[in-house]
Structure formats: C-alpha cells, structure tokens
C-alpha cells in the first residue's frame, strides 16, 4: 500500500486556495459592476471589497482586462440559462427565435453592466485581447460566449431544416446578432432617439426597452426568412 506524498496534498489545498480567492475577486468585480457600472470599477475597490492589497488582485490575473473579461464570463453563464429557458419554453423555431431575442433583451435590460462589459471586450482585437489575457482566461470567454451563440445558432438550424428560415450561414447570423443587439441594448439604457424636426435641425425622441425589443425581434425574424 502506498500515501500520496504529502506536498501533493498541500498543492491540492494551495491549488483549491487560489481557485476560490479567484471566485471571490470576480464576485466582488461583479457586485461592483452592478453597483456602479464598469468604468467606476477600479482594482484598489475591487481589492478593497476583499480584503485584500491591489498586488493580491495582480497576482491571480494578468491585468484588468483578464478580470473584467472572467467577469464577463458570470454574465454570460446567467445570459444562457435565460436563453435556454425561453427555448424550452416556446414551440418552433419562430416562436423559439423571438423568445430567445427576448430574453436577451430582458437580460441586458436589468443587467447593464453586462452590455458594457461585452462592449468593452468586443472593442479589443484579437491579438490585443492574446497580449493582455491569459489563454485559459480567453478560453472560458470564448466559451462563455460560444455557448450563448450556440443556442441561436441550433433554433437557427432548425428552422432552416423545417423550411421555416432561409439563412446560408446560420453562424455568422448568430454572431452578427448578438453583436448588434449589445448596440441596441445600449439604445434601450439611453432611451433617446436622435432624429431631424426639420432639414438641418436635430431633436431627440424617446424608445422604450419595449420596442427595442421588438425591434430586435422584426430584424432577427427579417434575416432569418429573407
């Protein structure tokens, strides 16, 4: 009969450490997102709601991107739960489509820190986001977002299979959806339409979350069957 050696246990212990001081981090980057909106979000605050010095933060994360893009990671978990709901709980692909938009747009709504955090990280390009984020980091982002992509991608899929949409590429559908509903969903926070009263003279108008919403929707509904 053999032991495991006893630094194998104190490296499972220290690895387990590490792994919830991280969850902990994140969580209080969230909380601090939720409360005050991602750019009022500083290291010295989020260390601060730990309890911990700024170097502690440095010393789990690359820098503040990798952490607002783990961040990121929570949101987007959340966001596929409420997205998978409204699928099971609606019949064909239409329905499925319009319940998806929907529960993204209700998701981004009472969660606006998601939708600047997303911006955020959609601003960088690729080698920008490899320079600054670790590869593990980029791997849970990607598949945070993947997986959120991948149900829009699969109600695309099958509708195309029952004849109902017509799309070449549900992929690049799915990706440019989404990509374009974190515009609207910034829309929908402002709550302001710029427009003309007349030539050469601006004016604003208002638009709800409502008919962001619906907007979405027509247009998601619109290239999938055109």
């Known amino acids: ?32 997102f939720d409360q005050r909106g991602v750019r009022d979000a500083q290291i010295e605050d989020i260390a601060k709601a730990v ?16 952490l607002f893009a783990l961040t990121l990671v929570e949101y987007l978990d959340e966001l596929r739960a409420a997205m998978a709901d409204a699928i099971g709980a609606a019949d064909g692909p239409e329905q499925q489509l ?14 606006p820190a998601f939708v600047d955090c997303a911006q955020t990280i959609m601003r960088r ?32 899929e099958d509708g195309v299979e029952r004849g109902v949409f017509t799309v070449e590429d549900p992929v690049l559908l799915a990706n440019t959806l989404y990509a374009s509903g974190l515009g609207a969903l910034q829309l929908a926070r402002v709550g302001i339409l710029v427009k003309e009263a007349a030539p050469g003279i601006p004016t604003v108008g208002t638009i709800s979350p409502e008919q962001v919403r619906d907007y979405l929707v027509a247009s998601a509904l619109a290239l999938a069957t055109r």
Do not use: W
Request: with cysteine; hydrophobic share 40%.
């Open 51 to 66: 309890g911990i010095n700024r170097a502690i933060v440095y010393r789990h994360f690359t820098g503040k991107e990798e």
């Open 125 to 156: 390009t690729g080698p920008d986001l490899l320079d600054e984020i670790s590869e593990g980091a980029l791997f849970r982002l990607g598949r945070g977002i993947s997986g959120c992509l991948a149900l829009l991608t699969q109600v695309l």
């Open 1 to 32: 009969m053999t032991t495991a050696p006893e630094t194998d246990g104190r490296r499972t212990a220290a690895a387990a450490r590490r792994r919830a001081r991280e969850r902990e981090i994140i969580s209080a980057t969230r909380g601090l």
């Open 98 to 111: 319009r319940a998806l938009v929907g529960a993204f747009v209700e998701y981004g709504v009472a969660h």
